[in-house]
């Protein structure tokens, strides 16, 4: 008796689904039927708009029509790649289809067939070309597919079989829980779960996905915000150590060097209103480039400790973490504050007696990156975590480290900082468990920053006066994209992409061969990248050639040029952080975005017109999407599989959608929202990506 499938069903249960394919489904996350139905297509190709060969746009991707001319001859290129070639025709205009690593076609082809051809479209010297596209025989009263699903792969994934795999799943679609009760999609106007699985898998034409991506996408918003509020409230509960203001004794703000800025003070006095309380803070600073975030938090670990309480200061990078290190030692050294360091570059012996420390309370703060995160890493009374750069973490990491307060029956108070402005529509979305705290307000003497944009034809002119600065006493950043010409996963499309090891070597050799120089890059061992940063930052090498390692945190004042080649390829934000590095002393500074492209790039004019990070982010966001406004940091927190938060009008709705539905998750057609609300939250707390 057949075995009937559920949503529950394991994968391996499907016809044609074996070991092999098992375990690559289980890259991408699925493991059954119900994952299956959730997987959701990444594109659409539209062959059922088929054109005439004379109306396809030179580099389109079109479907054609044509009719096989000539028998198809074989052979094989210079590289070693075996093709055939074949001519075909249509009533407009002749085509040349060369296929390549599909010999199984070749006995297919037969002349005066007609044929359905899906690709791009070169017009060359010999009239229109096609290589490798898609070929379906067209076979009179056997329609083919107008609109075809393009599924995200792991190696060994095909298209078709996916797409096959999931046909025979699609009927269990409609068995799919309900998420959205039927009130809040007609006041939205979406479709119910199943209609719109079916839409997203088996589309009849392009415009019939539109409406079901806009279900899952509003669906899956909606879902995130509610987990972030949950997540918010559910501090209304728990209890936190209160930590008063100290009865005697200066602050060490009174013997800092320099005044704080209003922004600052004001973010001061909220936090300290928020440590008093009995409940745990969760607050985030978030501020430009240069706005004083440490000062601020250090001024919360202060009151920490002066409480009798253990402080936490997170890093994303060790050569971040040992910059704060040494920053609070000099802060705190007048008031004996014991604080350690705990990073992978620390030794082996050294880290264990500093997990010996806190767990007696012989330390006070504990500065470090995510080896703080290790379940051996023990506190004798956690009052305060601080993360730094927020997106570097995220949700579930500030869950796992509250949670190494209570064993003493309190929860820590938690504040997480983020140097990447973040435009305010969306602060509700991505922050919406956090207090915000603006500083957007800079200190004085902050030098402004010369910002142009050059082409490589200037290269000449820029590496003069790099050397100029240099002997002036200043020094300077050059920034790759790169590592290394062989980096995994980086386009290998012919063009100059600078890579930091060769690039080092060329100007070590070349222009600068007087000049001491050094390279840091990620993949450098962290000693090494640690002795490489201090080197810089004492003078003691002029010019660092660098990869965005140097993106946060890093200070040398004296450094005041920076070159940032092959500028196109990174975001505004991303830019605007790394020329944050530079302008920190009494220097002029200068920097130069190197354009590669060829061609015009008015996303670089943004960058050197402004200089204030929230403005440069809204800008970001309109014309490259939060996947490329956050980067690689993305992944994790912001992996949102459906929804854009570059979609403003759809994150506007669905925070007036929380509002509404907050009120009702009690009533039985709320059930399953809620739940799938929890849902997330506990994948948060069990260290699972939200998604």
Known sequence: MPYELTLDSPLSFVRGVGETRLQQFAKRGVRTVGDLLTYYPRAYEDRGNVLPLRDCADGGIHAVEVVCTNKPVAGRARSGLE????????????????????????????????????????????????????????????????????????????????????????????????????????????????????????????????????????????????????????????????????????????????????????????????????????????????????????????????????????????????????????????????????????????????????????????????????????????????????????????AALLGRGEQTGLRPHMLVLSATPIPRSLSLILYGDLDVTLLRELPPGRQPIQTMVLLPKDRTRIYASIRRQILLGGQAYIICPLVSDDADGEPKDGADFKAAERYFSELRRGVFSDIPMGLLHGKMPPLRKAEVMREFAAGKTKVLVATTVVEVGVDVPNANVMLIENAERFGLSQLHQLRGRIGRGKRASYCVLLNSSGGPCERLNVL????????????????????????????????????????LPLVKQTAEAVGEVLTKLGEPDYRALSDEADAIVRRAGDGKTIN
């Open 608 to 647: 050197a017109n402004s200089s204030d990070g929230f403005q440069i982010a809204e800008e970001d966001l309109k014309q490259r999407g939060p996947g490329d406004f956050f980067g690689d940091r993305q992944s994790g927190e912001f992996a949102l599989r459906a929804a854009s938060l570059a979609d």
């Open 83 to 398: 093709y055939f070639r074949f001519c075909a025709k249509d009533d407009t205009e002749l085509l040349t289809v060369t296929v390549f690593n599909r010999r199984f076609l070749l006995s297919q082809m037969v002349v005066g067939r007609r044929y359905r051809l899906y690709g791009r479209v070169s017009m060359g010297l010999c009239g229109a070309e096609m290589v490798s596209p898609e070929i379906e025989p067209v076979v009179p009263g056997k329609p083919l597919e107008a609109v075809l699903p393009v599924y995200p792969l792991c190696d060994g994934l095909t298209q078709n079989f996916v797409r096959k795999v999931v046909q025979n799943c699609l009927p269990l679609c409609e068995k799919l829980p309900e998420l959205l009760p039927e009130d809040v999609r007609e006041k939205y106007e979406l479709l119910p779960r199943g209609e719109t699985i079916r839409r997203l898998h088996a589309p009849r034409t392009v415009e019939e996905t539109v409406q079901a991506k806009r279900t899952v996408a509003f669906t899956e918003l909606l879902c995130f915000q509610l987990a972030l509020r949950r997540m918010r409230h559910a501090k209304d509960g728990a209890s936190a150590p209160p930590l008063p203001p100290p009865e005697e004794g200066g602050s060490f703000l009174e013997r800092l060097p320099f005044p704080l800025t209003g922004a600052q003070e004001q973010a001061i006095r909220e936090i300290f209103a928020d440590l008093e309380k009995p409940v745990p803070m969760t607050r985030l600073v978030q501020g430009d480039v240069g706005s004083g975030k440490t000062v601020v938090a250090a001024a919360a670990i202060e009151r920490c400790v002066r409480n009798g309480k253990q402080a936490v200061l997170l890093a994303p990078t060790e050569i971040l973490a040992e910059q704060h290190f040494k920053k609070l030692v000099e802060w705190f050294r007048p008031a004996s504050v014991r604080i350690a360091l705990l990073t992978s570059a620390v030794p082996k012996k050294w880290k264990e007696t500093v997990k010996s420390s806190l767990a007696a309370g012989d330390a006070d703060v504990v500065v470090g990156t995510h080896a703080v995160l290790q379940e051996d890493v023990r506190f004798a009374s956690l009052g305060l975590v601080v993360t730094d750069e927020q997106h570097r973490f995220g949700v579930r990491q500030r």
